[in-house]
């Protein structure tokens, strides 16, 4: 259990931080979000790239320190209120 928290932890956070250091490399390489481009302006595939690497270094972190149940408890607990238990 632990070693695999640490393994996928370790993970996320190196591919989150590889896709954040070549990520003008990536976003040339595969197809450009056109409706993001679109709704957002120009450029913003990179942008959004960028969020959804840290967003990946963040919860490998997280998951390598074992906070996510908490942390997830904490932003999802307006949510889950509205929800009754059966």
């Known amino acids: 259990m632990i070693l695999n928290q640490i393994i996928f932890g ?3 956070i190196a591919l ?3 896709s954040l250091k ?3 490399q990536i ?3 595969t197809a450009r979000l056109e409706w993001i481009e679109e709704k957002l302006g ?3 595939t990179f942008t959004v790239y960028k969020i959804l690497s840290v967003l990946l270094v963040i919860g490998g972190v997280l ?3 074992g906070l996510y149940h908490a ?3 904490w932003l999802l607990s307006p949510i889950v209120s509205l929800f009754p238990h059966t």
């Open 63 to 65: 998951y390598l320190t």
């Open 71 to 73: 942390v997830l408890g």
């Open 22 to 24: 070549y990520n003008f």
């Open 27 to 29: 976003v040339n390489n």
């Open 10 to 12: 370790l993970l996320a």
């Open 16 to 18: 989150g931080t590889l």
């Open 42 to 44: 120009a450029g913003m």
